[in-house]
């Protein structure tokens, strides 16, 4: 049986007595007051922010670092995805260890050592410093993020929870885009080492709130913490992730790839098989996916998140290569998406109490749908921007609306002694969904470009031919060096890209009507969040996972 362990809270002006115990991040005999929730939301929110703008917002100074440094573009990947891998790897085991140590003292932790790790990374003299700087980054990201959203499931009332998880959803989901924003600003007006001033000055502040503002919570189970199922979801998540985001540069049947992948299979099912075995003991309880919302919440994250990853994938080389914009630029015109996105997330439980989860989940993965559809059919060379926007729009909201309660449903289903692993299982499925998009969207543009782009060849000389096969800003590159076939490869290249296009966003279409069917099917029951008595049934597991700590540990009699 799981009990909760006591903290303590120092005295506050809301009124929470000194030394108050906590259960679950609640003082006994109350909840933190208004003005304490938001000062515990912002906390945590601006902690995400950290996380969430550190994994793309290299993307936008390849050049300059590859220059710094002297550096293959294959350096230049790996010091990009390095940070990912780490983070979606360690995130189960961090979060697990949250919900026993302490979440308060994890998050700090892991703030501390992420600042350190950003501040050695702009300071790097070397892509080999580079690379362990973010490799140790991912390490600190990984205690942060399941951190920030176990804080808000263990902490906010039931009444409230569903708005806080649309703020935190709001910042995993959009914040990418303005963190890439910012940092294409940086880079513009100063130079790649200025892209790190961003985490360590948003985490001196998350650092300054959470030691002012966020309680302390953890759990105690009479289980002993579980190692094994630890390392094989290391080996399992950080191998699957690796074998994705090596595949589309080194090839899927290289031999590295191939062996990540064998080897991400075999401790995937090594940890299922593992965790079926220890059941309660286990670090997360396999048996939990029969629940109809961790499971529909789980399948539509990876869905959500790896089609929004390929679009980005597709929407940036059409912005800068065929439509000729600036880095900054390009991703100025993302914000419009972006800011719709958060705006619905924040909207999201308001629709949701009103017509229920699966209806307000169903609803969005529609309006996603129908915006990749009206991408791929409007799109063109000659339409340019204002073309895509309105699916660009479409998609923004969409997204939105299936996230805040995707990630509700996913918390709702673990008790609350396992907060820290269900916060960790949210975003080890974005950030698995975020490698699976790229890599199979990015493969089909590629495979679309290549297809059209060879037969608009004939006549091009061989070696100009061979470098507008590799992609469309190679062959724009070769057009601009001038020549007699300058213009007609130019236009070949955008055309044959503007198909390519096409193909990867039918197949977004595709998944997101695959998606749709199994919400409708599968997806959570309409009761889940209709009325006080269904909320207090949907959130039975954070409030009644055991009963309070007995008096020897400072609180009073069972519920």
Avoid: K
Avoid at 384 to 396: D, I, N, S, T
């Amino acid at each position: 049986m799981n009990t909760p362990h006591p903290g303590r809270l120092g005295h506050d002006p809301d009124g929470v007595p000194d030394g108050g115990v906590v259960h679950g991040g609640v003082p006994d005999g109350g909840v933190p007051d208004a003005r304490r929730r938001r000062a515990i939301l912002i906390a945590v929110c601006v902690a995400l922010m950290a996380v969430i703008a550190s994994v793309s917002g290299l993307n936008v100074a390849q050049p300059d670092l590859a220059v710094a440094f002297d550096a293959s573009q294959s350096t230049i990947l790996w010091i990009i995805n390095i940070y990912t891998l780490g983070l979606a790897a360690l995130l189960l085991p961090f979060g697990a260890l949250g919900d026993r140590l302490g979440r308060r003292p994890v998050l700090i932790t892991g703030l501390v050592v992420f600042g350190a790790a950003s501040a050695a990374a702009g300071l790097a003299p070397s892509a080999e410093v580079m690379l362990a700087a973010r490799l140790l980054g991912g390490v600190g990201a990984a205690m942060i993020m399941p951190i920030t959203l176990a804080v808000i499931t263990s902490t906010f009332p039931p009444a409230e929870r569903g708005r806080a998880i649309g703020a935190w959803t709001a910042v995993a989901g959009g914040g990418g885009i303005l963190g890439m924003f910012l940092s294409a600003a940086l880079v513009d007006v100063a130079n790649w080492r200025w892209l790190f001033v961003l985490p360590v000055v948003l985490v001196a502040a998350a650092l300054v709130m959470t030691v002012r503002s966020v309680p302390d919570s953890r759990e105690t189970t009479g289980h002993a913490f579980d190692t094994v199922g630890a390392l094989t979801s290391v080996v399992a998540v950080g191998g699957l992730v690796f074998a994705l985001q090596e595949g589309p540069e080194r090839g899927w049947t290289d031999p590295s790839t191939l062996l990540a992948s064998a080897t991400g299979a075999v401790a995937a099912v090594g940890f299922v098989i593992g965790e079926l075995r220890r059941r309660d003991a286990a670090l997360l309880d396999i048996r939990l996916f029969r629940d109809r919302g961790l499971a529909g919440g789980s399948v539509t994250l990876l869905a959500v998140f790896g089609v929004q990853a390929g679009v980005f994938v597709v929407l940036f080389p059409f912005l800068q290569a065929v439509l000729g914009w600036s880095g900054l630029l390009s991703t100025l015109a993302l914000m419009p998406m972006a800011v719709l996105m958060m705006a619905a997330s924040g909207l999201a439980p308001r629709v949701g109490a009103r017509v229920g989860p699966r209806a307000t989940m169903a609803t969005g993965v529609l309006l996603a749908g129908a915006g990749l559809a009206l991408m791929a059919s409007v799109v063109s060379v000659d339409g340019g921007y204002l073309a895509v926007l309105p699916g660009m729009l479409a998609m923004g909201l969409g997204m939105g609306l299936s996230m805040t309660p995707s990630t509700e449903a996913v918390t709702e289903a673990l008790p609350r002694d396992r907060q820290g692993v269900a916060s960790a299982l949210n975003d080890v499925t974005r950030e698995f969904g975020t490698a699976l998009g790229i890599a199979l969207l990015g493969a089909i543009l590629s495979a679309g470009y290549r297809d059209a782009v060879d037969p608009r060849l004939d006549g091009v000389p061989a070696h100009t031919a061979d470098t507008a096969r590799e992609g469309v800003a190679n062959a724009v590159d070769a057009a601009q060096r001038g020549g007699p076939y300058a213009g007609e490869l130019a236009r070949a290249a955008r055309e044959s890209f503007v198909e390519g296009w096409q193909n990867a966003m039918w197949a977004g279409v595709a998944v997101m009507a695959v998606l749709f069917l199994y919400i409708v099917v599968r997806g959570p029951r309409p009761s889940a969040a209709d009325g006080p008595a269904s909320r207090g049934r949907s959130t039975r597991g954070l409030r009644d996972a055991g009963p309070r700590p007995s008096a020897q540990n400072g609180a009073g009699g069972p519920d």
